[in-house]
């Protein structure tokens, strides 16, 4: 499981990189430049970081991603429940609605999840 | 270069001693606004680069302090000495050559303010055209605070002394009191500008301020940030801001100046003998025209 954390602006950069894929690398340092105003050779660094920690890889000089964005967001989400809350997710809800009570919305989106989650063992 | 060595340790070993007096005085003067205080350094810094000082009769630097340096000087240290130098500059620029690697990924935010991931600390880096870096972690509302206190940094010229100290610094390494100094001073600069961005805030901003002081306190670098050093006190200049009575200023400049003519000068050296010499032919002169005809 990938533990690693983007930070703000490498997040926006892999955002560019999953809204375009697949994209060659060069194209995608354009677009660096473009939006980052960045020198060429920093994204290509901060491509390889991001290919090292197993998020995108290049073949052939185009750029596609190893995990979807909602997968990449749902990982972290699991890894920090895991960190701060034992990998405990009802005592993660009780924190995060402690200060802030839930709307009517929330809770009901809520509700649906439980009840369309697919129970594996009848008992 | 032995020669130039000489000079050195010995002005090292005589300015050295400032540090203590200003020390001193830096406590002493613990109420006065910390832009006043923070100036005592310049003291210690005069004396550093000044070969040439004044010689004085107020002078409390001990005659016998510069006859050891002489003494201690005549050894063949010009290597290590400079071998330490070049340690230091290397070190510095290392530093610096990390630290704008990792900048090449900042995004321009706004004005001259640049943000970055996976910053430490906020900074300041540049003299003549600073530019002011964020973690990029920060919230908006707390990088306003932020803000403020670097800008307070850029407007200070803080850039500018801290490298200046640092520059310092790599010349008299082998000082322990200057070491001191340089920590103290990095410490001081910080209070001056928090000082200054609390100033102009309100009472409760000046909380959230405080708060970000403790979790933004980081390790003493060569370039003015936000952490840095002394969070105890720094926390207690902010919360405890008062506005300075008008007596500081004064009372500021004498105590300074008098320090400054005991410790900027050197001793009148050899002015015993041609003085015993002048009295004593005072003496005999009234001794004749006293004498009974």
């Known amino acids: 499981m990938n533990n690693f954390q983007l930070g703000v602006i490498e997040g926006q950069f892999a955002d560019l990189v999953w809204e375009n894929e697949p994209i060659t690398a060069a194209e995608l340092s354009h677009k660096c430049e473009e939006v980052f105003h960045w020198k060429k050779t920093t994204s290509y660094t901060v491509l390889k970081r991001l290919c090292n920690k197993g998020l995108f890889q290049t073949k052939g000089g185009v750029v596609t991603s190893l995990q979807t964005r909602d997968e990449f967001y749902s990982n972290q989400s699991r890894a920090y429940v895991d960190a701060h809350f034992g990998g405990d997710f009802p005592s993660f809800l009780a924190a995060f609605t402690a200060k802030k009570r839930l709307t009517a919305d929330e809770v009901a989106a809520l509700r649906r999840i439980v009840a369309e989650y697919p129970q594996e063992t009848g008992k | 270069m032995t020669g130039l060595f000489t000079r050195a340790l010995k002005m090292a070993m005589v300015s050295g001693w400032i540090v203590l007096p200003v020390c001193l005085l830096r406590h002493v003067l613990r109420r006065c606004p910390k832009k006043y205080t923070v100036c005592l350094w310049a003291l210690v810094a005069v004396r550093l680069v000044c070969p040439v000082t004044v010689h004085s009769s107020l002078s409390l630097i001990p005659q016998r302090l510069e006859l050891a340096a002489s003494k201690l000087a005549t050894l063949p240290l010009g290597a290590i000495w400079l071998a330490g130098m070049g340690a230091m500059l290397l070190l510095g620029f290392f530093r610096l050559l990390r630290l704008t690697r990792r900048l090449k990924e900042a995004v321009l935010w706004k004005d001259n303010?640049?943000?970055?991931?996976?910053?430490?600390?906020?900074?300041?880096?540049?003299?003549?055209?600073?530019?002011?870096?964020?973690?990029?972690?920060?919230?908006?509302?707390?990088?306003?605070?932020?803000?403020?206190?670097?800008?307070?940094?850029?407007?200070?010229?803080?850039?500018?002394?801290?490298?200046?100290?640092?520059?310092?610094?790599?010349?008299?390494?082998?000082?322990?009191?200057?070491?001191?100094?340089?920590?103290?001073?990095?410490?001081?600069?910080?209070?001056?500008?928090?000082?200054?961005?609390?100033?102009?805030?309100?009472?409760?901003?000046?909380?959230?301020?405080?708060?970000?002081?403790?979790?933004?306190?980081?390790?003493?670098?060569?370039?003015?940030?936000?952490?840095?050093?002394?969070?105890?006190?720094?926390?207690?200049?902010?919360?405890?801001?008062?506005?300075?009575?008008?007596?500081?200023?004064?009372?500021?400049?004498?105590?300074?100046?008098?320090?400054?003519?005991?410790?900027?000068?050197?001793?009148?050296?050899g002015m015993d003998a041609p003085v015993q010499e002048a009295v004593g032919q005072f003496f005999s002169q009234l001794d004749t025209v006293a004498a009974p005809q």
């Open chain 2, 113 to 269: 303010v640049w943000v970055c991931d996976y910053l430490p600390t906020p900074f300041v880096l540049g003299v003549f055209r600073p530019k002011i870096y964020l973690p990029s972690c920060l919230t908006p509302e707390d990088a306003q605070l932020v803000l403020a206190h670097e800008r307070e940094h850029v407007r200070r010229l803080d850039a500018l002394w801290k490298i200046l100290a640092y520059g310092l610094l790599c010349v008299y390494w082998f000082h322990p009191l200057l070491w001191l100094a340089y920590w103290l001073f990095g410490m001081d600069v910080e209070l001056a500008c928090d000082q200054a961005t609390a100033a102009k805030l309100s009472g409760q901003k000046r909380q959230e301020y405080a708060e970000l002081i403790i979790v933004w306190a980081a390790p003493a670098a060569p370039v003015p940030g936000f952490g840095s050093h002394g969070l105890k006190k720094r926390i207690r200049t902010v919360l405890g801001y008062r506005k300075a009575s008008r007596w500081s200023l004064p009372v500021f400049l004498v105590t300074t100046a008098l320090v400054a003519a005991c410790f900027l000068t050197s001793p009148m050296s």
